[in-house]
């Protein structure tokens, strides 16, 4: 088959699952073509089967906003009609969605049928995409997709509740490719044999509020009171620097490191011993399978699809996002004891595996066969 895959090239999650998506169909035999306003950041140059189009976008002084659903739009027309695709996945509906479905009606135009299939993230629908400067051109255009789907059951039930959707919502999760994961973590265990060392809280995020960074610094600072331990703080965004000078107020600045985005976070979370994540809307929560993947348990917020993945009193707890206390005195009850905190990695390990790449890359082929049977 041949795929557009349409994207968000950056560091967050519905990115990230795109590209590892379409490396994945690549993998598989299936020629993918991803379109971006800048390479994804997590797409390999190497890899064969694999293609990628930028969309420009030139400034011109008319314009106080640059129309980049219109340049969107113009380059699916021509990628689709130049390498003859059959497909067009498109990842987070705002604007993909809708740029996607103008390049269906040129296409038809033009006498090419082309079937798109929208996966919804999260903060398309909970954030941004219900806002009323846009909700209603959001609803459209998910009711004009072949097929939507989305991932988790939560973002599933938030969809339905917020929008008026007459269209079937697929539940397809996130997935990790779990293989990589055991790989990096033999490769840690060589590097770093010694089990006695200072134990190591890690957050992984692209400190946006919803991500509630503040309280991520807050339950560190409980934790470090009672057990020897640093917090590894990975990405950027806007509240980077709030959470800098709150580990100054806290004096925890030296037990605090800051260290940006990475393309490889399984090299930071295998070192790791827990993950925090108290987010006040997570629709799957993607850095939170990465961490467990790695044997990282988790402590979370109950926010949105958390519960899909994060299981309370196994992999991990969950409490609401601001009990800072709670979150605080779980993560103490996994650290202090080795064997409580060993069995929590092994079930943290074992409930990744069931969201492993080979489980889920092949319910979006079916779901693509399902596209293009139905325009028949
Ligand atoms: O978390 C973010 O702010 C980034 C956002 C994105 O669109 O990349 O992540 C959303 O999609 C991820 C991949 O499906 C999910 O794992 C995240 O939970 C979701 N974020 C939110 O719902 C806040």
Do not use: W
């Not at 295998?270 to 402590?299: I, N, Q, R, W, Y």
Request: aromatic share 10%.
């Amino acid at each position: 088959m041949k795929i557009t895959i349409v994207c968000y090239p950056t560091f967050g999650g519905s990115g990230v699952l795109a590209t590892e998506l379409g490396m994945s169909l690549a993998n598989h035999g299936h020629e993918v073509h991803f379109i971006a306003y800048k390479k994804p950041v997590r797409l390999k140059d190497s890899d064969k089967n694999i293609f990628f189009h930028e969309v420009k976008v030139p400034e011109y002084p008319l314009f106080n906003f640059q129309p980049y659903e219109l340049a969107l739009s113009t380059k699916l027309v021509e990628v689709i009609k130049l390498y003859s695709i059959d497909l067009m996945h498109v990842h987070y509906a705002i604007p993909h969605a809708y740029a996607a479905y103008m390049a269906k009606k040129m296409l038809k135009d033009q006498g090419f049928n082309v079937p798109i299939v929208t996966t919804l993230h999260g903060t398309d629908i909970t954030l941004v995409g219900n806002h009323p400067f846009y909700k209603t051109s959001v609803n459209f255009s998910i009711n004009k997709s072949d097929i939507v789907t989305c991932v988790s059951e939560s973002l599933k039930k938030d969809t339905l509740d917020q929008f008026e959707i007459y269209k079937d919502i697929d539940v397809v999760p996130n997935f990790i490719d779990i293989s990589k994961y055991k790989r990096q973590q033999e490769l840690c265990v060589e590097e770093n044999p010694d089990s006695n060392k200072e134990l190591i809280i890690t957050h992984v995020s692209n400190f946006r509020p919803v991500k509630n960074i503040k309280n991520v610094i807050q339950i560190f600072y409980n934790i470090q009171e009672k057990i020897s331990s640093k917090l590894m703080m990975i990405g950027e965004g806007p509240d980077k620097e709030m959470a800098e000078d709150l580990c100054r107020d806290l004096s925890i600045e030296n037990k605090v490191h800051f260290l940006g985005n990475t393309n490889q976070v399984e090299k930071n979370l295998c070192h790791s011993d827990l993950f925090l994540l108290p987010s006040t809307t997570e629709s799957f929560g993607l850095a939170a399978l990465e961490a467990m993947a790695s044997k990282v348990p988790v402590v979370s917020s109950n926010a949105g699809g958390l519960p899909e993945i994060n299981i309370h009193g196994e992999t991990g707890y969950l409490t609401d996002a601001n009990d800072i206390k709670s979150m605080s005195d779980y993560a103490i009850s996994i650290l202090e004891n080795p064997n409580v905190l060993e069995e929590f990695k092994i079930k943290a390990f074992n409930k990744a595996e069931s969201f492993d790449i080979n489980k889920v890359v092949p319910i979006y082929e079916k779901i693509y066969s399902k596209a293009l049977k139905q325009l028949k």
